[in-house]
Nanobody, 121 residues
Framework: QVQVVESGGGLVQPGGSLRLSCSAS????????MGWYRQVPGKEREFVAS???????NYADSVKGRFTISRDNAKNTVYLQMNGLKPEDTAVYYC???????????????WGPGTQVTVSS
């Protein structure tokens, strides 16, 4: 009922920047929150940043001051601007969407397939 797709990953040198995008589509009344997580092989998926409909943002300590999350409510899209990238930021980045459907059902935790970010010289 809700589809999520990420884009914008790639290979970047240390200190470089990337901007990830995540769009949600489907039979959606409102997007309640959108967030970014990341995962490396052999480790659990970890929280990176989130933004609520009221534009309240939260960040993992490891990315504060370097990453900025923002959203375009009209497009049901969230962005993650990543500056000052470090090799330890290398991971698959996933977008998670919490939405309310037209009939009032709250659907939490719809994930996209992920986009690879590699930081290497």
């Amino acid at each position: 009922q809700v589809q999520v797709v990420e884009s914008g990953g790639g290979l970047v040198q240390p200190g470089g920047s990337l901007r990830l995008s995540c769009s949600a589509s489907g039979n959606i009344r409102t997007i309640d929150a959108m967030g970014w997580y990341r995962q490396v092989p052999g480790k659990e998926r970890e929280f990176v940043a989130s933004i609520s409909m009221g534009v309240i943002t939260n960040y993992a300590d490891s990315v504060k001051g370097r990453f900025t999350i923002s959203r375009d409510n009209a497009k049901n899209t969230v962005y993650l601007q990543m500056n000052g990238l470090k090799p330890e930021d290398t991971a698959v980045y996933y977008c998670k969407v919490d939405a309310t459907l037209p009939w009032g059902t709250v659907l939490r935790g719809t994930w996209g397939p992920g986009t690879q970010v590699t930081v290497s010289s």
